[in-house]
């Protein structure tokens, strides 16, 4: 049963790993969606910008022309000074737009490539997820399968032994990290590597009690390495 024990506990632990590995390639898939959504919005907003700025320079443009058309019209001094104040003033804010204008491209270009290598980036990482992901449920489904097959074998040989046997037996398999029965070979636990007392080894050679070993306490077994040593038919 310890064998079967060992295995479902190695099973089990391999299914919780899967299911972190799982989880782990999830965390990473959203955070670069969330990642690349930032960048494409970014990207959006200055690219919004730019097509404000290049509508606002086209009017302004038209502004400016019916502007300087007037000057032709004009003849008080008072509103041509003030007409051509006006046109000074656009001048001046369509350099500060066309000068923010080309910064915009020159973040525009940054920001493409930027979006462009987190949507790459998002592409491998789904990709590989994707991949795993079928590969991992195979796996998981072969796990499942082998456990329940084996959580049933282990539900049988249970039930043939002692209660209380059992009992102890679990104890021991959860306290010592799934080894919970040892054999014991010329005299010394294999669990613990400690020389059993000769008296005490001489009884477990002899009789079919449960003993524990005096250092770990792990239930011992001995079997016999040459024929002449094997109890005596009954």
Not at 46 to 74: F, G, I, S
Not at 151 to 168: G, Y
């Amino acid at each position: 049963m310890q064998e079967i024990d060992c295995q479902l506990r190695e099973k089990t632990q391999l299914l919780q790993a899967l299911e972190r590995e799982a989880a782990e390639l999830e965390s990473q898939r959203l955070l670069q969606r969330e990642r690349t959504r930032a960048a494409q919005a970014e990207r959006d907003a200055v690219e919004a910008r730019r097509r404000e700025l290049e509508a606002h320079l086209e009017a302004e443009e038209a502004k400016m022309k019916d502007r300087r058309m007037r000057l032709n019209r004009v003849r008080n001094e008072k509103e041509l000074q003030a007409l051509r104040h006006e046109i000074e003033i656009g001048k001046e804010a369509n350099q500060q737009a066309e000068e923010e204008l080309l910064h915009i491209f020159e973040s525009l270009e940054t920001l493409n490539a930027s979006v462009k290598q987190a949507e790459d980036l998002l592409r491998e990482i789904e990709a590989e997820a994707d991949a795993k992901s079928v590969a991992r449920r195979t796996r998981v489904n072969t796990l499942q399968a082998e456990v329940k097959v084996q959580r049933e074998a282990r539900t049988h040989m249970a039930a043939t032994l002692d209660s209380r046997l059992r009992q102890k037996y679990e104890q021991i398999f959860e306290r010592r990290g799934g080894t919970a029965v040892v054999e014991v070979r010329d005299g010394t636990c294999l669990g613990c590597h400690m020389h059993l007392p000769p008296q005490f080894f001489n009884e477990l050679q002899r009789t079919r009690d449960v003993r524990l070993c005096p250092s770990c306490h792990r239930i011992l077994f001995w079997r016999p390495e040459r024929l002449d040593q094997a109890e005596p038919p009954r």
